[in-house]
C-alpha cells in the first residue's frame, strides 16, 4: 500500500475530512488532496506529523511492504520541537536587532582600510612629516582596531543566536497561529524589503562612479579620496542589502519558504561553507600579499576583485548543486 492511500485510510479512520486534517497539518485542503491523490509527497517535517497525529510509526507510513498498522509507543516518537507564538517573536525581534550588528560590523570591516589608504597617500605628499612606514605601521593598527570590534559583534551574534539554532538544522513546528503572524508580518515588510534592495542596488552599481574621476584627474591623492568614498557608497549599499535581508529570511526560515524550504537547506549549508572558505582564503591572500610586498595601497584590490568572483563562484556552486541532485 503506498502512501497516498495509507493517509487516506487513517484519515477517513478518524473521521476527519480533507479541510479538517489539513488544518491539523497547517496545510492547504489542496496540499492534501495532492498527498492522497499521489500527486505530491508530504516533506520529512510533514511525515513526522503525520506519524504523531495519527499514532503510527513513521515506518508503516513510508514503507509500501508494509501493510498492516504499526502503531508507535511515546518512545518512538521523533521529538519535533513546537515553536510558539512567544517564541516566534522572540526570534522574530532578535533578527532584527541582529540586522543592525550584522549590518555595523560589515561597514566597519569594509571601512577598516580607509585609513591606511589615506595615511599612505599622505605619507607620500612633499614636505609631510609622516614616513612611509610610520603610516603603514599606523594603519595596519588602525585596520586593526577597527576590524576587532567587528569580529566581536560576529561572535556576540553567533552566541545569541545559538538557542534559535534548531530553525536552520532540525525539523521544527509552529504552533496554531504562529503561521500566520508571520505572514502577516512578512506582507507589512515587502514595501521596506524592496525599497532598501533598490537603494542598495543603486548604491553598489554607483559605487565604481567617484573612482573613476579620481583616476581620469591623474592625481594620486584626489583618486585615493575618491576610493574611500567609493568604499563607503558601496559598504553603505551592504548595510542597506544586510538590514533587510536579515529580517526577511527569519521569516523565511519560520515559513520555510524560499531559500529555507525544506529541499533546499542542503544547498544553503553547501553554500555556506564555501563562501566561508573562500573569504578565508581571499583575507589570507590579501594579508599575505600585502606584508610580503609592503604595497598596501595596491593590495586592497583583492577585496573588490574578490566581490566580483564571489558571486561567480556562487552560480559556478548552485549549477554543481542542481547538477548532483540531478
Not at 203 to 212: A, D, E, K, T
Not at 259 to 277: F, M, P, Q, W
Request: hydrophobic share 50%; net charge negative; charged share 20%.
Amino acid at each position: 500500500m503506498i502512501l497516498a492511500d495509507k493517509i487516506t485510510n487513517l484519515r477517513k479512520k478518524n473521521g476527519w475530512s480533507q479541510e479538517e486534517l489539513a488544518e491539523k497539518m497547517q496545510v492547504s485542503r489542496q496540499a492534501v488532496s495532492k498527498w492522497e491523490s499521489a500527486q505530491t509527497v508530504p516533506d520529512l517535517e510533514r511525515i513526522l506529523m503525520l506519524s504523531r497525529l495519527f499514532g503510527v510509526t513513521t515506518d508503516y507510513l513510508l514503507k509500501d511492504e508494509i501493510e498492516d498498522e504499526e502503531f508507535a509507543d511515546d518512545t518512538d516518537q521523533v521529538s519535533v520541537k513546537r515553536i510558539s507564538l512567544a517564541q516566534a517573536n522572540e526570534f522574530l525581534e532578535w533578527r532584527k536587532r541582529a540586522a543592525f550588528y550584522i549590518a555595523a560590523a560589515t561597514f566597519l570591516c569594509i571601512a577598516a582600510v580607509i585609513p591606511l589608504l589615506l595615511l599612505g597617500v599622505v605619507s607620500e605628499l612633499p614636505g609631510h612629516p609622516v614616513s612611509e612606514n610610520l603610516a603603514g605601521g599606523i594603519g595596519v593598527a588602525a585596520l586593526l582596531m577597527i576590524v576587532a570590534p567587528a569580529v566581536a559583534i560576529f561572535i556576540f551574534c553567533g552566541f545569541k543566536n545559538a538557542p534559535f539554532e534548531f530553525i536552520e538544522k532540525e525539523p521544527f513546528e509552529m504552533e496554531y497561529g504562529v503561521d500566520g503572524m508571520v505572514k502577516e508580518k512578512q506582507k507589512a515588510y515587502r514595501p521596506v524589503y524592496v525599497k532598501f534592495n533598490l537603494i542598495a542596488a543603486c548604491l553598489c552599481v554607483l559605487s565604481p562612479v567617484p573612482l573613476f574621476i579620481g583616476s581620469f584627474t591623474g592625481k594620486e591623492f584626489f583618486t585615493v579620496v575618491m576610493l574611500t568614498v567609493t568604499l563607503l557608497l558601496a559598504g553603505t549599499g551592504a548595510v542597506l542589502f544586510i538590514l533587510a535581508g536579515v529580517r526577511w529570511a527569519s521569516m523565511q526560515k519560520l515559513l520555510k519558504e524560499g531559500d529555507y524550504a525544506l529541499r533546499d537547506r542542503r544547498k544553503i549549508r553547501i553554500k555556506e561553507n564555501v563562501g566561508t572558505i573562500y573569504w578565508l582564503g581571499a583575507a589570507a591572500i590579501y594579508l599575505g600579499w600585502s606584508f610580503l610586498t609592503d604595497d598596501w595601497e595596491i593590495t586592497w584590490v583583492v577585496w573588490p576583485v574578490a566581490g566580483v568572483l564571489f558571486a561567480a563562484v556562487m552560480c559556478i556552486c548552485n549549477l554543481i548543486i542542481d547538477r548532483t541532485k540531478e
